[in-house]
């Protein structure tokens, strides 16, 4: 079945001045990045184009059709010298207030698409820049690729449309622990971190804030025992989501940092290589941080390491433990937001082996 990309103009292809109309060629210029991306698109996926655009009042005294079809006319000339056409192009002249059924977010200038079994609608997306798009996408009962939100520029859309998402969940539920994690490695720092040891929460939002990655951790453990089969639990399900989530890691970076923290100077460099290991040269002289015993923090990275396939290399110095062990966790995520880095334009296995 055949796929759409349902894309936006005003905000998406060109930007949007104050006044939020094109009427004349000195407003008109092309959103950052949507030459290179939207023809790599058009050159290497099959996804239909079809232009949705809300154009309010068009053919009014407010908006006469002879300020907005030159530029109109213009803008898609120039976007077919970069070999970028449209399948279909739908405008819709309305003013919000007139409630039309053709204006978005309402689906009535798509429903040709929607109710014909020539289409995959579920693995088709809107590609625009605000909310009512959003909607719009909800109500065809398709995916959507907001340029407003976080991260997302026509770079990251190309790449997730090209490579895909990369989000994995490890359900591991054993009679010492019941763990459920999901990541995002193309996230924008979401946690949701619950594992009954406040510290070790706040070591894993770490990951996720500092990694840029989306982030859920929910761990219950036999804490009336004691925390090690909480913690080494934890890293286990963490390292199998981050290595599911990297699929065929073609494309990435694969390496991987040091920063200071205050007094503390830690340093995480890692592969992806696929053959886990782990170098720790850290140490701590208090016996627990919060909850969390300084002996586990060796034995959590040992088990991320192994469960990732990752070559791990820790050091850390300084005077304050809990800057010690805060910078190693925030070089872990510096380290793993540069490895999973994606390039699309260089689409292949990071090795001389051919495999990783």
């Not at 060629?25 to 079809?50: A, C, P, S, Y």
């Not at 340029?147 to 770079?155: F, G, P, R």
Request: proline share 3%.
């Amino acid at each position: 079945m055949k796929r759409i990309l349902f894309i936006d103009r005003d905000g998406t292809l060109i930007e949007e001045p104050a006044d939020e109309q094109i009427d004349s060629f000195e407003k008109l210029k092309f959103t950052k990045g949507v030459f290179r991306n939207l023809g790599f698109i058009r050159q290497h996926l099959d996804f239909e184009f079809v232009m949705v655009s809300n154009q309010d009042g068009l053919g009014t005294e407010s908006f006469p059709e002879d300020t907005f079809w030159p530029v109109h006319n213009f803008i898609l000339q120039t976007l077919e010298g970069e070999g970028i056409t449209f399948d279909d192009i739908l405008i819709d002249p309305h003013f919000p207030e007139d409630n039309a059924p053709t204006r978005k977010p309402n689906t009535g200038l798509v429903e040709k698409y929607i109710n014909n079994p020539d289409y995959d609608i579920a693995g088709s997306y809107v590609i625009g820049d605000r909310e009512t798009d959003r909607t719009f996408a909800q109500n065809i009962g398709c995916k959507s690729l907001i340029l407003s939100d976080d991260k997302m520029s026509w770079d990251k859309i190309c790449e997730l449309l090209f490579a895909g998402e990369r989000i994995a969940e490890v359900s591991r539920k054993t009679k010492e622990t019941d763990i459920y994690i999901k990541v995002n490695l193309d996230g924008t720092g979401r946690c949701d971190i619950s594992t009954g040891l406040g510290f070790f929460d706040h070591m894993l939002e770490q990951i996720g804030k500092h990694g840029m990655m989306d982030l859920t951790i929910h761990t219950k453990g036999d804490l009336e025992v004691d925390e090690h089969h909480t913690i080494e639990d934890t890293a286990i399900a963490l390292g199998e989501c981050i290595l599911t989530a990297l699929g065929d890691k073609r494309g990435i970076e694969r390496y991987g940092y040091c920063l200071p923290m205050d007094d503390c100077l830690c340093s995480v460099a890692l592969d992806f290589g696929g053959r886990p290991w782990l170098v720790w040269d850290a140490e701590f002289k208090r016996e627990k941080i919060g909850e969390m015993p300084t002996e586990m923090f060796l034995h959590f990275f040992k088990s991320l390491s192994d469960a990732a396939k990752m070559n791990l290399n820790i050091k850390a110095e300084g005077q304050n433990e809990h800057h010690k062990i805060e910078g190693i966790f925030k070089a872990l995520a510096r380290s793993l937001k540069m490895a999973v880095r994606r390039d699309i334009y260089h689409y292949e296995l990071p090795s001389t082996k051919g495999m990783l």
